[in-house]
């Protein structure tokens, strides 16, 4: 029997020569049990000499440099469910990140939706859906980028119908429909579902007893029965991967802003008038609508003149998510009042009250 060492110099060697196998594959060339082989493969992946393909059930390995140069190697697609307490649907995404490099190699625009359109959706059903679990599958493959999020809840529509106060789920669908826009925090619910399926080339959303179905392809929405009602709430999510389609602009053809506009541009840096954009920010969906595009600046100002308040959801998306993803930005608030400042300073953490005020 070959000592460990031994072992794991000769698994490296045989990876170089395959480039690309599974633990069954090394079982047999070092002629040692499935569980040896395991054993060896779990050792080298802590090293981080080896990276893993798949689910544990169908995983395959590979060296790091071989895997970084042929995203074929990858499965296509990525299935899990999660626990939805705690749940955090930016964690969520970067592990599908992750899992599915081919999702970085994507364009830009094609990259700023699926970012949006994903965290928005799993999040309705992490905040709002009252399940216990949820379910994301997201693929990437002849040229269409793909998602769903299941979770077995309340229900979109019935939750439209009950924060609207309206008669019917019927009714909700065709509420969200409309794309209203408004202040009022109980308004938000069904904001994000309405910019996602206008994001899409198709959107589908089913729900108990009704189905909504957005194509963008036709410029066309249906609304139907469904035939096999689904208890709870699946979306799915479907755009070519060479649209030219750009997220920032499905929200100013469906956002109505004061005349002026709310963004000044320069080389470096992008400031973000916040009270003439949507005054009262209580919600993930808004900072994100905020925050489209703006990876491309050195420097973020946001000036909270005449905002009274401001969200915990709106505040953590601005001052821990986006900025955990490009931490190089620099993002500064301005004209902050004492309760802002609070809610920023929480989201940020590490940062004084002095560094708040400017």
């Known amino acids: 029997m070959p000592t460990k060492s031994s072992a794991t110099d000769r698994a490296l060697r045989f990876l170089a020569q395959k480039k690309h196998i599974r633990s069954r594959d090394l079982a047999l060339n070092l002629r040692v049990s499935r569980q040896r082989a395991h054993a060896i493969l779990a050792q080298l992946l802590r090293e981080g000499r080896i990276v893993k393909l798949g689910s544990t059930a169908h995983a395959s390995y590979a060296v790091p440099d071989y895997a970084a140069t042929h995203l074929e190697i990858y499965p296509a697609r990525f299935q899990k469910n999660y626990r939805a307490s705690g749940l955090r649907e930016d964690e969520v995404f970067e592990e599908a990140e992750r ?4 999702l970085a190699r994507l364009p830009r625009n094609i990259r700023q939706i699926f970012r949006y359109a994903f965290t928005e959706m799993l999040n309705n059903a992490i905040e709002h859906s009252a399940s216990a679990e949820v379910r994301v599958d997201v693929s990437v493959e002849r040229g269409r980028l793909d998602f769903s999020i299941e979770d077995h809840g309340i229900g979109a529509f019935r939750k439209v119908m009950a924060a609207r106060h309206l008669g019917s789920e ?6 969200i429909l409309k794309g209203k826009i408004t202040t009022s925090p109980e308004g938000h619910t069904g904001q994000g579902i309405f910019f996602t399926s206008k994001a899409a080339d198709q959107f589908d959303l089913k729900s108990y007893g009704y189905k909504m179905l957005v194509d963008n392809k036709i410029d066309d929405v249906f609304l139907s029965e469904a035939k096999n009602p689904f208890h709870g709430t699946r979306v799915r999510f479907s755009l070519a991967t060479d649209s030219e389609r750009l997220v920032a602009e499905v929200f100013e053809r469906y956002t109505n802003t004061e005349e002026g ?6 080389r470096t840096e992008v400031r973000v008038k916040l009270y003439t954009r949507e005054g009262t920010h209580v919600s993930r969906s808004q900072a994100r609508r905020i925050l489209v595009s703006l990876e491309r600046f050195d420097s973020v100002v946001l000036d909270f003149d005449k905002v009274e308040a401001v969200g915990q959801a709106f505040a953590d998306e601005i001052f821990r998510v986006f900025r955990r993803q490009f931490p190089k930005i620099k993002i500064i608030p301005t004209n902050m009042n004492e309760a802002v400042a609070f809610m920023v300073k929480r989201a940020q953490g590490e940062n004084s009250p002095e560094t708040l005020f400017s």
């Open 261 to 266: 506009g709310e963004l000044g541009f320069d």
């Open 170 to 175: 019927l009714s909700a669908a065709q509420d």
């Open 99 to 102: 899992r599915l490099p081919q």
